[in-house]
């Protein structure tokens, strides 16, 4: 049995990425703090059954914007973590630390998609395609009805342990506003021309 304290940070980590998806207009079937079993053989702690349909996003947004959102999706879990009020101090004893396999997969796919951009050389370099998606992602989780929609969904978590994804969104929609995901979506359109602007200063000198 998971101590509470993990179920707690777990609730908050996952929230934060089911949000950030339901955000950005990405499905999702389920969320769940229980552990589950990776492909690789990996146990995890909690995690967002999701799918994208990548083909029609990209064609729609173009490939180097999906690569963008996938880095902020990712970035969202460990954000929430650290940054949201209600989650608790994020320490080794009783907290996920960065050790934590759930963080090291997210990184992972943060690191691989920044150079997937990086090597495209219309963007900035990697360091700076980083920093910018990870400030991203810290202002949207500041958005006040989206760090409430995170909380929202975190107690259902803790609550309920595992939540589909209709049930997900219904507890969102209580509390998020429009507003703050339209300031949300805007905030990734101009990040994302951030990055293509300092590639740009970058070949300027």
Do not use: C
């Amino acid at each position: 049995m998971l101590p509470d304290t993990v179920v707690a940070q777990t609730a908050w980590y996952v929230a934060g990425h089911a949000v950030m998806r339901a955000v950005l207009g990405y499905p999702f079937r389920s969320v769940t703090v229980e552990p589950q079993q990776l492909e690789e053989g990996l146990i995890v702690i909690g995690g967002v059954d999701a799918f994208i349909d990548v083909t029609a996003r990209t064609k729609e947004f173009g490939p180097s914007w999906v690569t963008f959102e996938r880095i902020i999706m990712a970035l969202a879990g460990w954000t929430a973590l650290v940054t949201m009020e209600g989650a608790g101090p994020v320490t080794g004893e009783t907290a996920l630390g960065r050790d934590h396999v759930a963080f090291m997969i997210d990184e992972q796919l943060v690191l691989r998609n920044v150079q997937v951009l990086a090597d495209l050389h219309e963007y900035g370099d990697a360091s700076d395609i980083y920093a910018i998606s990870t400030d991203t992602a810290r202002g949207i989780l500041r958005l006040l009805s989206i760090r409430a929609a995170i909380g929202a969904v975190a107690q259902a978590l803790r609550d309920h342990r595992t939540l589909e994804g209709h049930e997900a969104i219904a507890v969102m929609i209580t509390v998020i506003g429009e507003a703050d995901v339209h300031h949300a979506r805007q905030m990734i359109s101009d990040s994302f021309a951030a990055v293509s602007r300092s590639h740009a200063t970058e070949e300027g000198g």
